[in-house]
């Protein structure tokens, strides 16, 4: 089974400075990644993907982030942050298994910006 | 627009008793999911559903029950043998695409024990 770390649980960073939020996956075959955004007591949304082609990949609000083969990571990164970028942020990596598609989550990234 | 509707938002259950959490979607989506999301500890997969009348369980199913009678509907049922039941509880669904499709969130359905 695949599974997902995200290095760190909690980033604090300043508005209009750059964030980086790390992801490493397990698996070593082709692989799709994702990367949700959640808002307190609100569901996820999509932020991004990574199907193939091109290794960076852009998303929503400003985001982009960078797959990586050799180091199996899909890091998420924007270049200045902003107040309502205050969430919690999730890396996922789809599986299938006996034909069912299944997200595997890591275990989330807290980021706060402070003013 | 299409969507899936988690209700209630908010449950409180005393000690002992069954509750049903509901989660419909309008997206015709054929996959669909329960998650349940503790802090630090992100998604875990409680069931999940390919098609109507079939299902199987998670990584933490004990002490939960799910039917999928229809395509739209995919209800949880936290039932008292769950020990610790408090928590958010996040459905979703996907369309069939090899897993590049990703999933659609509900708003979640928080549940507290008094």
């Known amino acids: 089974a695949q599974s997902v770390t995200q290095l760190d649980s909690q980033v604090p960073v300043f508005e209009e400075a750059p964030v980086e939020l790390r992801c490493n996956y397990s698996s070593s075959v082709s692989v799709y990644l994702f990367w949700y955004v959640q808002y307190p007591n609100q569901g996820l949304q999509l932020l991004l993907k990574?199907?193939?082609?091109?290794?960076l990949v852009k998303g929503i609000n400003g985001f982009e982030a960078e797959f990586n083969k050799s180091q199996t990571s899909f890091h998420l990164r924007k270049p200045s942050v902003h107040i309502s970028d205050t969430a919690e942020y999730f890396c996922?990596?789809?599986?299938?298994?006996?034909?069912?598609?299944?997200?595997?989550f890591g275990q989330g990234t807290r980021l706060t910006i402070n003013p | 627009d299409g969507g899936i509707t988690q209700s209630p938002k908010y449950l409180f259950r005393k000690e002992g008793q069954n509750v049903t959490l509901s989660c419909e979607q309008n997206?015709?989506?054929?996959?669909m999911y329960w998650y349940r999301q503790d802090p630090g500890q992100g998604l875990r997969l409680i069931y999940y559903s390919q098609i109507v009348n079939d299902f199987q369980k998670g990584d933490i199913a004990e002490g939960y029950s799910v039917s999928r009678e229809k395509k739209e509907s995919f209800p949880l049922t936290v039932t008292s043998a769950q020990k610790n039941p408090t928590a958010f509880y996040l459905c979703?669904?996907?369309?069939?695409?090899?897993?590049?499709?990703?999933?659609?969130f509900g708003s979640g359905t928080r549940l507290t024990v008094v």
């Open positions: 997206l015709n989506h054929d996959a």
């Open positions: 996922a990596v789809s599986e299938i298994i006996q034909g069912a598609q299944k997200l595997v």
């Open positions: 990574y199907l193939s082609g091109s290794t």
């Open positions: 979703a669904s996907t369309t069939p695409g090899g897993g590049t499709y990703g999933y659609t």
